[in-house]
């Protein structure tokens, strides 16, 4: 039990004496939990949650339901751990008042990775920039496995018409997280390009988004 653990090993006065920094992943998830039960301490709570969810990225798609199925998860605790992730994710987004500038590939995965690095499902989405490479909109085009029937260039470059967009970014992540580039994602990205030279904006790339890592095509010379 947590009463048994020397009182300067416990997570909340690790917290209080080095900084939230130097838990770990069970330690932050046992202080959110608070308390285990009877039978357990909250570090043994906490550890099953995380084997539960097999990784700890897992958790930010987690439902109350979810949560509850856990033994020793009441639904307050289910609560508490879902208003903790929601409030990590919005503080982890890039989105802010300012517009936001692309200067590289680095720059579109750093603002993308937040929201895209732990998908369980492929996302295809369009950043749409003004004349200065700044983000003047963000879209998801279509959510599924990448297929060249499905990711129409007409559909992009409408909305980069109505958004008087002057160039696009292209996005999509890999849920096996490995960002490696297949046939169907290079043969998308040049139909992409084609398109966009004919109509005038640039696709200026295509960034593919895996596991907390990236890989430009434009970079990789696919286009």
Request: glycine residues 4%.
């Amino acid at each position: 039990m947590i009463r048994d653990v020397n009182i300067e090993d416990r997570p909340r006065e690790r917290l209080l004496r080095q900084g939230a920094e130097s838990l770990s992943n069970q330690e932050l998830l046992a202080i959110l939990l608070r308390t285990g039960t009877k039978e357990e301490s909250v570090l043994v709570l906490a550890n099953r949650v995380l084997n539960v969810f097999e990784r700890l990225h897992h958790l930010k798609h987690a439902t109350i339901e979810e949560m509850v199925a856990i033994k020793g998860i009441g639904e307050v605790k289910a609560i508490q751990l879902i208003a903790a992730i929601e409030l990590g994710r919005r503080l982890a987004q890039k989105h802010n008042d300012e517009k936001f500038t692309i200067r590289s590939p680095q720059d579109a995965a750093t603002y993308l990775m937040p929201d895209m690095t732990s998908l369980n499902q492929e996302h295809f989405v369009v950043l749409f920039l003004n004349i200065k490479n700044q983000i003047i909109h963000k879209q998801t085009i279509f959510i599924g496995s990448l297929n060249a029937s499905i990711v129409h260039p007409r559909e992009i470059y409408r909305e980069a018409v109505k958004r008087s967009a002057a160039s696009i970014i292209c996005a999509h992540n890999h849920p096996s997280g490995v960002p490696t580039p297949s046939t169907e994602d290079i043969e998308v990205t040049k139909r992409i390009v084609e398109a966009g030279y004919i109509i005038g904006i640039e696709l200026i790339d295509h960034v593919i988004i895996g596991d907390h890592q990236y890989i430009s095509l434009k970079e990789k010379g696919y286009f």
